[in-house]
């Protein structure tokens, strides 16, 4: 009897170490972990591009930043830039969510995105005062290849670019709640040179407004003719500026969207002086563009 008992545990003991035999393997460090599933012997499906290759992606493969350049800023917009990482996605929408901005809706045209090819959708920027700064999203409105939609939202990188872009607004907005700032006098004096008056006057409020400077443009070098003004009491107050065209290259002259901007640093109250960028009407801002043409043409000749 005993005999047999000890047969029968041998024969269960071999039955177990068999078993565990063909179910594990080492990792290598000397302990024994279960085995994955024996391998397929059949080929996967390939991934498909578009929507579904990022369909865990919460993103859809985008990345974005929000970019300024010297171009955007008369017109008022900004860049959202998308690279994808997945090919066949086409973008149908595009919407920009900033605290602290006013946005209109991009356009993009059905634009079609590439791997790694970043693509550029301007969109239309304003102040909201009413609220702080805060991360900038895009939200996307995607399409693949079969049709198939989607709307993700992307988050921007934005360098500090929306809070300046809140703190000019807000700082151009109160500005001119409480003045008027405007070219009244433009007259070509030897140089030759063009010389600007500009008017600050009072519209509302109290805060006292200082021209601390002028910077220069594309085109020109603008510096003060006389001491720069404070408006602080006075009905107005005028500064005279004189604008030397610098620059005759094509590239400069071919920024006429600059060419007649004057860029001012003003200071209302006590606060830090800005930047403010000062916008002629139309007819002055033609002269000033013509005479630069003119300027470079005569010393050309």
Same mark, same amino acid.
């Given at each position: 009897?005993?005999?047999?008992?000890?047969?029968?545990? =041998?024969?269960?003991?071999?039955?177990?170490? =068999?078993?565990?035999?063909?179910?594990?393997?080492?990792?290598?460090?000397?302990?024994?972990?279960?085995?994955?599933?024996?391998?397929?012997?059949? =080929?996967?499906?390939?991934?498909?591009?578009?929507?579904? =290759?990022?369909?865990e992606?919460?993103?859809?493969?985008l990345?974005?930043?929000? +970019?300024?350049?010297?171009?955007?800023?008369?017109?008022?917009?900004?860049?959202v830039?998308?690279? &994808?990482?997945?090919?066949?996605?086409?973008?149908?929408? @595009?919407?920009?969510?900033?605290?602290?901005?006013?946005?209109?809706?991009?356009?993009?045209?059905?634009?079609?995105?590439?791997p790694?090819?970043?693509?550029?959708?301007?969109?239309?920027?304003?102040?909201d005062?009413?609220?702080?700064?805060?991360?900038?999203?895009?939200?996307?409105?995607?399409?693949?290849?079969?049709?198939?939609?989607?709307e993700?939202?992307? &988050?921007?990188?934005?360098?500090?670019?929306?809070?300046?872009?809140?703190?000019?607004?807000?700082?151009?907005?109160?500005?001119l #709640?409480?003045?008027?700032?405007?070219?009244?006098?433009?007259?070509?004096?030897?140089? &030759?040179?063009?010389?600007?008056?500009?008017?600050?006057?009072?519209?509302?409020?109290?805060?006292?407004?200082?021209?601390?400077?002028?910077?220069?443009?594309?085109?020109?070098?603008?510096?003060?003719?006389?001491? @720069?003004?404070?408006?602080?009491?006075?009905?107005?107050?005028?500064?005279?500026? #004189?604008?030397?065209?610098? #620059?005759?290259?094509?590239?400069? +002259?071919?920024?006429?969207?600059?060419?007649? @901007?004057?860029? @001012?640093?003003?200071?209302?109250?006590?606060?830090? &002086?800005?930047?403010?960028?000062?916008?002629?009407?139309?007819?002055?801002?033609?002269?000033?563009?013509?005479?630069?043409?003119?300027?470079?043409?005569?010393?050309?000749?």
């Amino acid at each position: 009897m005993d005999a047999h008992r000890r047969t029968l545990r =041998a024969v269960a003991a071999a039955a177990a170490l =068999a078993l565990v035999a063909g179910c594990s393997g080492s990792d290598g460090e000397g302990t024994t972990q279960l085995s994955a599933a024996p391998a397929s012997t059949t =080929a996967p499906s390939p991934v498909p591009v578009g929507l579904a =290759a990022v369909a865990e992606d919460p993103h859809a493969g985008l990345t974005g930043v929000l +970019l300024q350049f010297r171009r955007d800023v008369p017109r008022g917009r900004v860049e959202v830039r998308l690279t &994808p990482s997945a090919d066949g996605l086409v973008v149908d929408g @595009l919407d920009l969510h900033a605290p602290g901005l006013s946005t209109g809706p991009g356009d993009p045209r059905g634009a079609a995105l590439r791997p790694g090819a970043a693509v550029d959708f301007p969109v239309a920027v304003g102040g909201d005062c009413a609220v702080d700064a805060g991360a900038a999203t895009a939200v996307v409105r995607l399409r693949d290849g079969t049709g198939a939609a989607r709307e993700v939202g992307v &988050p921007l990188e934005d360098d500090g670019l929306v809070q300046r872009l809140h703190e000019g607004h807000c700082f151009d907005q109160e500005l001119l #709640r409480q003045v008027a700032v405007e070219v009244v006098d433009l007259r070509e004096v030897a140089g &030759p040179a063009l010389e600007a008056t500009v008017r600050v006057r009072r519209v509302a409020g109290a805060d006292p407004v200082r021209i601390d400077r002028v910077d220069p443009n594309t085109v020109y070098d603008v510096t003060a003719v006389g001491r @720069l003004p404070t408006l602080d009491g006075q009905d107005d107050v005028t500064a005279v500026l #004189r604008l030397d065209p610098a #620059r005759c290259d094509v590239h400069a +002259l071919g920024e006429s969207y600059r060419t007649s @901007l004057i860029g @001012l640093v003003v200071a209302l109250g006590d606060r830090e &002086p800005h930047a403010f960028v000062l916008t002629p009407e139309p007819a002055v801002r033609e002269r000033i563009e013509a005479f630069a043409v003119e300027t470079c043409r005569g010393g050309a000749d």
